[in-house]
């Protein structure tokens, strides 16, 4: 009988620690999610910032539309330089990310801070 019990137990602990690390990983993926999701929206705006600024760099989440809801989810380097940035073509891949720091399900980030930058490149040289 204490046997069964322990037995009961043990498998009722498994059951409980399967579906907690279950909706832990749920949860990890639908805010990683909504990062790359974010992060999309923010480079967007960031991109017509630039255009509508004269090349200016946004100087901080005020001038994002969406910037309090991004914030939580993404990184972004207010304090950029922007000769840097069209002096070097990979610094612009550091200056917007999502919290993780990774892309998986975002293919396309690369190619529109790429996209970013060149917009920073031809306002700079005018």
Excluded: C
Excluded at 78 to 106: H, K, R, W
């Amino acid at each position: 009988m204490l046997r069964r019990r322990l037995r009961n137990l043990i498998l009722a602990l498994l059951a409980l620690a399967t579906i907690a690390i279950v909706a832990k990983r749920v949860y990890d993926w639908d805010r990683q999610l909504k990062a790359e999701y974010a992060t999309a929206g923010v480079i967007r705006d960031v991109t017509q910032f630039v255009e509508s600024h004269q090349g200016q760099w946004p100087q901080s989440w005020d001038d994002i539309p969406e910037g309090d809801y991004a914030r939580q989810y993404v990184r972004m380097r207010f304090d950029v330089n922007i000769d840097e940035l069209v002096g070097d073509p990979i610094l612009i891949q550091s200056a917007i990310f999502p919290v993780s720091g990774v892309y998986y399900t975002y293919p396309h980030a690369e190619r529109q801070l790429n996209q970013l930058r060149d917009v920073l490149v031809r306002l700079h040289k005018q």
